[in-house]
């Protein structure tokens, strides 16, 4: 517990010395020719990452704070559809969630559509708040639209809650989100489930020009590996659940997560 408490404080050191920008500064930033990839780590390597960048990056500054809170739940069909579309490798697929920045005290009800390109995109419309009556008053249309469901169709199955810090490089070609503090709970089985010292890192950048974070992460070894929030939380918190794709990642992120070196 010392040990947890003394990262957390020097991660939470780091990200104060970076330079902040703010949302109406970030808003400016147009990746055109965007790529997305994801990294797993754990807090050791996360504190050696921002000592790293400093100098390099931005930190977005939001409610007098770097380190944003956020709560995300999703929703899905009685069968998993959506858990099984990504677990059985389906492309196109999508995932409906209703995330809420707690900081800024919004949410919104998004779909999220993975092409067979491997791009990723995301609708979205406001919402009053996490609550089921809350969401069906405005989303129906919305839902039935982009996934050709109705909102009876689905329902809550599992819940995140998380920190991210933002980062933007100086040149303000790339956006590093950076996860962790990552908690679920399943609204199905009633079971909880915490990710430790996991990190989870997601990088946006225009891929025609350099990369400072690249080089960065390799030095660190840490390696580029996909990670659904939904499918991992669903596999920690549903003992029953079919997961075959995903035993052997879940292995490794038990081994990242002790590995403190």
């Given at each position: 517990m010392?040990?947890?408490?003394?990262?957390d404080?020097r991660?939470?050191?780091?990200?104060?010395?970076l330079?902040?920008?703010t949302?109406d500064?970030m808003?400016?930033?147009?990746?055109m020719?965007?790529t997305?990839?994801?990294?797993?780590t754990?807090?050791?390597?996360l504190?050696?990452?921002l000592?790293?960048?400093?100098g390099?990056?931005?930190?977005q500054?939001?409610?007098?704070?770097k380190?944003?809170e956020?709560?995300t739940t999703y929703?899905?069909t009685?069968e998993?559809?959506?858990y099984?579309?990504h677990?059985n490798g389906?492309v196109p697929r999508?995932?409906?969630?209703v995330r809420t920045?707690?900081?800024?005290?919004l949410t919104f009800l998004?779909v999220k559509?993975?092409?067979?390109h491997g791009?990723?995109?995301k609708k979205r419309?406001e919402?009053p708040?996490q609550?089921i009556e809350e969401?069906?008053e405005?989303?129906d249309?919305?839902?039935?639209?982009?996934?050709?469901?109705?909102?009876?169709?689905?329902?809550?199955?599992?819940?995140?809650?998380?920190?991210?810090?933002?980062l933007v490089n100086?040149?303000?070609t790339e956006r590093?989100?950076i996860?962790f503090?990552?908690?679920f709970?399943?609204?199905e089985?009633?079971?909880e489930a915490?990710?430790?010292?996991?990190?989870?890192?997601?990088?946006?950048?225009d891929?025609n020009?350099?990369?400072p974070?690249?080089d960065?992460v390799?030095?660190?070894?840490?390696?580029p590996?996909?990670?659904?929030k939904?499918?991992?939380?669903?596999?920690?918190t549903?003992?029953?659940l079919k997961?075959n794709?995903?035993?052997?990642?879940?292995v490794?992120i038990n081994?990242?997560?002790k590995d403190?070196?």
């Amino acid at each position: 517990m010392v040990e947890n408490t003394k990262i957390d404080k020097r991660i939470l050191e780091l990200v104060n010395k970076l330079e902040p920008i703010t949302l109406d500064e970030m808003s400016g930033i147009k990746l055109m020719n965007r790529t997305d990839t994801k990294f797993v780590t754990n807090k050791h390597k996360l504190a050696k990452l921002l000592e790293m960048v400093q100098g390099k990056y931005y930190a977005q500054f939001t409610n007098d704070s770097k380190v944003a809170e956020y709560i995300t739940t999703y929703w899905d069909t009685d069968e998993l559809g959506f858990y099984f579309e990504h677990h059985n490798g389906r492309v196109p697929r999508q995932k409906v969630r209703v995330r809420t920045y707690v900081g800024s005290d919004l949410t919104f009800l998004e779909v999220k559509t993975k092409n067979n390109h491997g791009r990723t995109k995301k609708k979205r419309i406001e919402v009053p708040g996490q609550e089921i009556e809350e969401v069906r008053e405005e989303a129906d249309e919305f839902v039935d639209r982009l996934v050709h469901r109705h909102l009876d169709d689905i329902h809550p199955t599992v819940q995140n809650h998380f920190h991210r810090i933002t980062l933007v490089n100086y040149g303000k070609t790339e956006r590093l989100t950076i996860d962790f503090d990552v908690e679920f709970h399943n609204y199905e089985t009633n079971d909880e489930a915490q990710t430790g010292d996991l990190v989870i890192i997601e990088l946006k950048r225009d891929g025609n020009v350099p990369s400072p974070i690249l080089d960065i992460v390799r030095r660190l070894r840490i390696k580029p590996s996909g990670f659904s929030k939904y499918c991992i939380g669903s596999v920690m918190t549903n003992r029953d659940l079919k997961h075959n794709m995903f035993m052997e990642k879940m292995v490794w992120i038990n081994k990242l997560v002790k590995d403190e070196r």
